[in-house]
């Protein structure tokens, strides 16, 4: 794995114009160009808190907009980066039959300019906490545990580095990989705390009647527990509703984030060894 490292480095020119690539092209033509990392996710809350307190009676979301999007858009860079990734050897297979190249180069290119996306989005969401704070001056809605943030943008970009060298690798023979990454991805979106809070799960009948291990087995879901600690360590705490009452909110459990990052490094470091491995099959493809 030293050697592939090595060449890789040696090649960072080629990765860091490939990013650059990747950027201009999803921006193409668009007047708004980075804005679009903020006005998805922001819009796609916004409907959802609509909906959630004016149609279905259901008073999950509460009026806590910033809390959704904390969780939200780094789950949004986490889905984006695997089904990203699923597409990137075989739309180069043409490039890649006729140059050479690390391989890991492509997906590593994708996962990067995502990163990049996730970044100007979290800027913007600072922004937008901000323009909201002077609007209806309250309490200041951000905490000093934002420090960790570089710490959690460092797992999250682990774990989806990883997944992605596994799944642009595996969907280059079984193009069925990128159906059933969309798939999961989905399902996982209602399993993580974004659209509801985590003390929802912790009191919920199920968990009780499990002594607290429905709670403990969600947790050692690395996004689960991403997603709640962006949560708590970027927005300044408030009561949850759960069960028609105000609870204090949780505090956060760090065993699960050092849990979260454990398993991020693993599957990226086996990830990476997986797809050094069939990377000088992919031309093979029929």
Not at 83 to 101: C, G, N
Not at 134 to 154: A, D, K, N
Not at 227 to 233: C, I, P, T
């Amino acid at each position: 794995m030293l050697s592939e490292l090595k060449e890789l480095w040696k090649f960072r020119e080629l990765l860091l114009t490939m990013v650059q690539r990747e950027i201009k092209i999803r921006y193409k033509n668009s007047a708004l160009g980075f804005l679009w990392s903020m006005l998805n996710p922001l819009i796609t809350v916004l409907v959802m808190s609509f909906i959630f307190q004016n149609f279905l009676g259901n008073d999950q979301v509460h009026s806590a907009t910033a809390y959704i999007l904390a969780a939200y858009l780094p789950f949004t860079f986490f889905q984006l980066c695997l089904m990203d990734s699923a597409q990137t050897i075989l739309i180069a297979m043409p490039l890649i039959k006729k140059i050479y190249l690390p391989r890991e180069i492509l997906p590593i290119a994708s996962v990067i300019s995502n990163f990049i996306h996730l970044l100007m989005a979290l800027l913007m969401f600072f922004l937008f906490m901000t323009v909201v704070y002077l609007v209806h001056p309250g309490v200041w809605p951000f905490q000093w545990t934002s420090i960790y943030l570089p710490l959690l943008l460092l797992i999250n970009l682990a774990l989806s580095l990883g997944l992605s060298f596994y799944i642009s690798a595996f969907n280059t023979f079984y193009e069925d990989i990128k159906y059933l990454v969309g798939v999961l991805t989905y399902l996982m979106f209602f399993m993580c705390p974004i659209l509801y809070f985590e003390e929802r799960v912790a009191n919920s009948t199920l968990n009780i009647q499990w002594g607290g291990r429905l709670y403990m087995l969600m947790n050692l879901n690395p996004v689960f527990a991403l997603s709640n600690a962006y949560r708590k360590l970027l927005i300044a705490p408030i009561k949850v509703p759960v069960n028609g009452q105000m609870v204090d909110p949780l505090p956060l459990d760090w065993r699960y984030v050092w849990w979260a990052a454990f398993v991020s490094v693993v599957i990226l470091v086996t990830g990476y060894s997986t797809f050094n491995k069939l990377k000088w099959r992919f031309v093979e493809r029929p």
